[in-house]
């Protein structure tokens, strides 16, 4: 146990449905990251919150939308997927460089299958 | 453009046997940080060992120690003593900066360990 919980940890929805997927973090930590890890591709790296701001967007498709209510949740909303969008989806926080921390600790992921 | 490389897709260990594990990676950063993440089946990714760049000192976490070469950009995990249950995919991570840490990853390493 990390501290990091995602749910849920399998979903399959076919292209037309919305859902959400959701993590939240007891650490107390100031940043939140959605990456999406492919078969045989490096793990990449989708949005980064910092106190609850999004200060990255790394050019993903508008059919993924990044909420963060709080500095302890953060969601990805899912919208008309392709399949090429099933993967694993881990969620993960970090303390930020500003205290002198920067490694990312990780949840267990959502796998995503899209149908 | 900072990547990470990690040239050997798969390596078996003996339990008990020393592996090492390689790396590079490329960046034009002087002050950065480097990591490496285990993710066994489980999927959950977890912290192994982290390297300040600014540090000449090589880290060591127990039975895991890394020989960082900053000219050479090579950051290689030594595993000594191995054990059945580090039997899991080895990412080595950089964190390219900003006030949050953004980690770019490697493609993984899958380690087998043989009783």
């Known amino acids: 146990e990390t501290g990091v919980t995602q749910t849920p940890r399998h979903l399959v929805m076919g292209m037309t449905n919305k859902k959400s997927l959701k993590c939240e973090q007891h650490l107390g930590h100031n940043a939140m990251y959605w990456y999406k890890q492919s078969a045989k591709k490096p793990l990449e790296l989708m949005f980064v919150y910092s106190l609850e701001e999004r200060v990255e967007n790394n050019s993903v498709p508008s059919r993924f939308s990044p909420e963060c209510p709080n500095s302890s949740h953060l969601f990805l909303h899912l919208h008309t997927l392709q399949p090429e969008d099933s993967a694993l989806y881990l969620c993960?926080?970090?303390?930020?460089?500003?205290?002198?921390?920067?490694?990312?600790?990780f949840g267990q992921g959502t796998r995503l299958t899209v149908v | 453009a900072q990547t990470v490389t990690q040239s050997q897709p798969e390596m078996s260990v003996q339990e008990a046997e020393t592996v090492t594990l390689s790396c590079t990676y490329d960046?034009?950063?002087?002050?950065?940080?480097l990591f490496w993440y285990k993710q066994p089946p489980s999927r959950q990714m977890i912290l192994v060992i982290r390297?300040?760049?600014?540090?000449?000192q090589n880290a060591t976490e127990n039975r895991f120690s890394v020989n960082f070469q900053k000219a050479a950009k090579s950051f290689s995990l030594k595993i000594s003593d191995s054990q059945l249950g580090d039997a899991a995919m080895y990412f080595c991570a950089y964190d390219r900066g900003g006030s949050q840490g953004n980690l770019i990853f490697g493609k993984g390493t899958k380690l087998s360990v043989k009783p």
């Open positions: 390297q300040e760049a600014y540090k000449q």
């Open positions: 960046t034009s950063e002087s002050d950065y940080y």
């Open positions: 993960a926080s970090s303390q930020g460089r500003m205290q002198g921390r920067t490694e990312a600790f």
